[in-house]
């Protein structure tokens, strides 16, 4: 197995794609297996073209890919600039199986396992991962990962939503020579290959983790038996004033996704936004369902503690996982305008894993799973890391 990563900022859209197109063929030797390519908005008027000769330079191999905000490859990540990021693979023992689904041809959820299988053309007992690009305005997104997720259980399903369009249309989607606006494309992945994810949520916790006594639908009325407003004063008033200056600007809550357990780490909670407060009532609204019974925790995020919470991540991963490639999905909200300093996350990994090939984008909601379940993140870094099953 052999990745490269690949990127030119040459504003000229033929001229970024012969950079991109001679150095993966010089650097893997031969014709890729798999290619991704990620394009700045700034080659949106070429895309088709982009598309067309970009699988023509690189031998035909299955191309995947998106329009975006920003893109990321050999440990650089560009924002706001001209930008062309490729991705090649060279994967021997690895079935490839690329697809494109309209928007009402997608699969809602409860759709078997085995229907999946034919619509996707894999072979029986295949055991894929996926790597997923849907459309904001055209897909319904988290129907779409809950779907997958309830019939590949076992995968690793990880990707990002395509950036800088602003309705429907506007983004774009490659999938081989062809470019599409709306749906979702992907690839199931199966054979001598290993998936390992990294969902950094960039998030600490603040109090204590509380359960919900009272609330239903998206609203949260009472923390063990307390109004959740309550709860907030009394946390801000014992609050640094750092921490209190986050809970006024980047105040969220925390879901507990593992049942039944006594201890609470950062990684076991599934980070949302609060999207109002009630003065009237003190209940709160939360970017997500909430049940009486759950365990919930506020938590905070910035900077420091987005470094730090990707890397304790990192770390976990370093022992026994030596990869030959890596994909980044990252919100656009992450990068420069969080860290103040280009490449963070990227300079992260490379901190950790050495000069693996890595490439990505800057996702308008990034994908990855969280306790063993996937979901539609904002504010998140994704890693998809391959190696290899076992050796040839």
Not at 106 to 132: E, Y
Not at 336 to 341: D, F, S, V
Not at 347 to 370: D, K
Request: charge should be negative.
């Amino acid at each position: 197995m052999h990745w490269t990563s690949c990127l030119s900022t040459a504003p000229d859209t033929s001229a970024a794609v012969d950079q991109v197109a001679e150095e993966a063929s010089d650097r893997l030797g031969a014709a890729p297996d798999l290619a991704f390519v990620f394009a700045s908005r700034h080659h949106r008027p070429h895309f088709e073209d982009l598309a067309q000769r970009l699988g023509d330079a690189l031998g035909r191999a299955p191309l995947l890919g998106c329009g975006a905000g920003g893109v990321i490859a050999s440990g650089t990540e560009i924002e706001d600039a001209p930008g062309l990021a490729v991705v090649a693979a060279h994967l021997p023992g690895v079935h490839v199986a690329p697809f494109h689904f309209e928007p009402q041809e997608v699969p809602p959820p409860g759709t078997a396992t085995a229907t999946w299988d034919a619509r996707l053309g894999l072979p029986d007992a295949s055991a894929p991962h996926f790597i997923i690009m849907p459309d904001p305005f055209t897909c319904r997104v988290g129907d779409f990962v809950q779907a997958m997720d309830e019939a590949y259980p076992d995968a690793s399903i990880v990707g990002g939503m395509p950036s800088g369009g602003n309705q429907a249309g506007d983004n774009a989607m490659f999938l081989g020579n062809r470019l599409h606006g709306a749906g979702v494309v992907g690839v199931a992945l199966s054979g001598n290959l290993v998936v390992d994810t990294v969902v950094a949520q960039g998030c600490r916790p603040v109090g204590a983790p509380m359960f919900v006594t009272r609330g239903g639908g998206n609203v949260i009325a009472e923390l063990d038996g307390r109004a959740p407003s309550e709860v907030l004063q009394e946390l801000y008033s014992q609050a640094s004033a750092r921490d209190q200056k986050l809970m006024r600007s980047a105040l969220h809550i925390g879901v507990v996704m593992r049942e039944a357990q006594e201890v609470y780490r950062q990684g076991d909670f599934l980070i949302r936004n609060i999207i109002a407060l009630d003065g009237r009532t003190g209940s709160v609204g939360v970017a997500t369902n909430i049940e009486p019974g759950q365990v919930v925790q506020f938590h905070i995020r910035d900077a420091e503690t987005s470094a730090e919470d990707l890397d304790r991540l990192l770390v976990a991963h370093e022992e026994g996982c030596e990869p030959a490639g890596a994909l980044l999905f990252s919100c656009l909200g992450r990068g420069e305008n969080l860290y103040g300093e280009p490449d963070h996350d990227s300079q992260a990994f490379a901190r950790r894993f050495g000069p693996v090939p890595v490439g990505g984008f800057f996702c308008g909601g990034e994908i990855g799973p969280v306790a063993g379940r996937t979901h539609l993140h904002g504010y998140t870094s994704v890693f998809a890391m391959f190696r290899r099953r076992r050796a040839d």
